[in-house]
């Protein structure tokens, strides 16, 4: 039951499209189309509270926060005492087979990590989708690139 309300959450996560959604092989080929270098660069979360820088680390892909409403701030250093700028928000992301990601998130607000799973919708959207506490806090996400 959590796992179709977590499905239902993340479907009415998507944008609205005119059409139909496109079929999994069609996103699945485009997905697969962005290597890593598809999603470096700098991204903004939903509501324009955190920027993040994601590059290669190594043989994964990472990303640091850059920037941050006060606000933002304020609530990593109550959840885990520490600065939101410089922390790696994405570490460990591989490309799996079918284009999307694996990897961690850390949610500073409760200092915890999360597996997360991102795909990149198109060049300048992702959705990122994690849970932590073994599944009971779920959450999925849209970043956009900036330009």
């Known amino acids: 039951m959590r796992k179709a309300l977590f499905l239902l959450a993340v479907a009415l996560a998507l944008p609205a499209a005119a059409d ?33 820088h994601v590059s290669e680390c190594g043989e994964s892909i ?11 701030r304020e609530d990593a250093r109550r959840g885990s005492g520490q600065d939101l700028i410089g922390r790696s928000l994405f570490r460990d992301f591989q490309q ?8 961690k998130v850390y949610i500073p607000d409760i200092n915890a990590n999360a597996s997360a799973k991102i795909v990149q919708l198109d060049h300048d959207t992702m959705l990122v989708s994690g849970c932590a506490m073994f599944g009971l806090a779920c959450k999925t996400q849209h970043w956009w690139r900036m330009k």
């Not at 079929?23 to 080929?29: D, G, H, N, R």
């Not at 990472?62 to 933002?72: E, L």
């Not at 799996?96 to 990897?103: A, L, P």
């Open 62 to 72: 990472c990303g640091k926060v850059i920037w941050a409403v006060p606000q933002a």
């Open 96 to 103: 799996t087979d079918d284009g999307s990601w694996r990897g």
């Open 20 to 52: 139909a959604p496109p079929e999994p092989a069609a996103v699945s080929a485009a997905v697969t189309a962005n290597v890593s270098h598809g999603l470096e660069g700098q991204w903004r979360n939903t509501r324009n509270t955190v920027h993040l």
